[in-house]
């Protein structure tokens, strides 16, 4: 069992080379402390974002993803507005794998930040954290001159999985950007509610081909009083073979018989994962 007061003395030493003159001897100080696993390195690792040197203060970045919580992610919220696009991307990778729920106060009020970045980053952040808290500030975000940011704003809602939300990601689904659409449909997944189940049959149509793939994906349960088969069936004439084999296995896992004749054709199709979907969802429907 290791001595604490030994390990205690080596955070002291690992202080004492982060002063150094070396710019590398402070980089590989601060690895050593993400190594530690010790908490007392946070506020270690918070100093070296302050650093002189762009390297070292993106090593310390990147070292406190090892650790958690509300003082880990105000740290990195400072770093997040860093000058250096590198640190500030690696504080966004970092902040990105905070799990523990209270590291949302530090983040929230960087959804009012003037950089979009930082927004954005915050949100990513803040969607696995699954603050009830953030679904307003996710809301506001919803119309955010940034595509980006609403995109993240979409994962935020998707996450909390509140029907009270619903409204917001069907019209999120109509989003200007694709990208937005695409989250806003997948996003809709969780509830079974019929304006929802709607919204996703009609993404089938949208002119973005990732926007219907995602669409035919969702559709792989019974959603009451909405026909999505009808749909599922004409979408495996789609110009792209990516959102046949989606609308291929949500018909095999929706087990519809008179989808048979259709997916077998996908038998022939030159695109193997395709004819391995086909043959796959023609298992499932064992008709």
């Known amino acids: 069992m290791a ?6 003395c080596d955070l002291e030493d690992i202080a004492l080379r982060l002063r150094s ?5 402070r980089r590989v100080a601060v690895m050593e402390l993400a190594d530690s696993g010790d908490e007392a390195a946070i506020p270690l690792l918070a100093g070296a974002l302050t650093d002189a040197d762009a390297g070292v203060r993106r090593q310390a970045a ?39 729920p209270a590291a949302a106060d530090p983040l929230l009020p960087l959804l009012a930040h003037p950089s979009a970045f930082v927004r954005l980053s ?3 952040a803040l969607k696995e954290l699954r603050r009830k808290d953030a679904l307003g500030p996710a809301l506001a975000a919803l119309v955010d001159l940034d595509p980006q940011v609403r995109v993240q704003a979409v994962g935020v809602i998707g996450f909390l999985k509140l029907e009270e939300a619903v409204p917001a990601l ?9 990208l937005v659409r ?12 019929e304006p929802a189940s709607e919204t996703i049959v009609r993404a089938l149509a949208d002119a973005d081909w990732m926007v219907r793939e995602i669409a035919a994906e969702t559709l792989n349960k019974e959603r009451a009083g909405v026909d999505s088969v009808g749909p599922l069936l004409e979408a495996l004439s789609d110009d792209f073979w990516q959102v046949r084999l989606k ?5 095999g896992r929706l087990k519809i018989s008179r989808a048979v004749a259709p997916i077998g054709a996908g038998l022939a199709h030159p695109q193997a994962n395709l004819r391995k979907e086909a043959a796959a969802a ?3 429907i064992a008709d």
Do not use: N
């Open 3 to 8: 001595d604490p007061f030994e390990e205690y």
């Open 21 to 25: 003159a070396d710019a590398g001897e």
């Open 62 to 100: 990147l070292a406190l993803s090892a650790f958690d919580g509300p003082e880990t992610a105000a740290a990195l919220a400072v770093a997040l507005v860093d000058i250096e696009p590198d640190v500030a991307s690696a504080a966004a990778d970092s902040a990105a794998e905070l799990k523990d």
């Open 122 to 124: 915050a949100l990513r």
């Open 170 to 178: 069907r019209t999120a689904a109509t989003d200007a950007d694709p």
């Open 182 to 193: 695409r989250a806003a449909v997948s996003s809709l997944a969780f509830t079974h509610a």
């Open 247 to 251: 609308a291929i296995r949500s018909l």
């Open 282 to 284: 023609l298992g499932e």
